[in-house]
Nanobody, 120 residues
Framework: QVQLVESGGGLVQAGGSLRLSCAASGNIFSIHDMGWYRQAPGKQRELVASITSGGSTNYRDSVKGRFTISRDNAKNTVYLQMNSLKPEDTAVYYC??????????????WGQGTQVTVSS
């Protein structure tokens, strides 16, 4: 079994900051890419940021310069530091990990989601 547990969401005023964390646990052999996605009501889930095992990062244009993704490979944890938050950042944020289990099986895994609400 593999679990991805997110934390750090909440309610914040526009211009504020939040830091999301996602810890992967269970029968994990290795983790490749990790990422954060978000889904607002009535919209499709979209990639916010991703990071490779080597630390290369990728961001959607609307969050560049405001969000920073990082990871601690020793802790199987990925973070998303969100600064200068805007009301349009309001969504449920999901953690994703492309990982290999100790059985050798490789698959994408998702966290349960954490709500981020930015008030204007």
């Amino acid at each position: 079994q593999v679990q991805l547990v997110e934390s750090g969401g909440g309610l914040v005023q526009a211009g504020g900051s939040l830091r999301l964390s996602c810890a992967a646990s269970g029968n994990i052999f290795s983790i490749h890419d990790m990422g954060w996605y978000r889904q607002a009501p009535g919209k499709q889930r979209e990639l916010v940021a991703s990071i490779t095992s080597g630390g290369s990062t990728n961001y959607r244009d609307s969050v560049k310069g405001r969000f920073t993704i990082s990871r601690d490979n020793a802790k199987n944890t990925v973070y998303l530091q969100m600064n200068s938050l805007k009301p349009e950042d309001t969504a449920v944020y999901y953690c994703n990990a492309d990982l290999v289990r100790t059985t050798g099986f490789r698959a994408n895994h998702w966290g349960q989601g954490t709500q981020v609400t930015v008030s204007s």
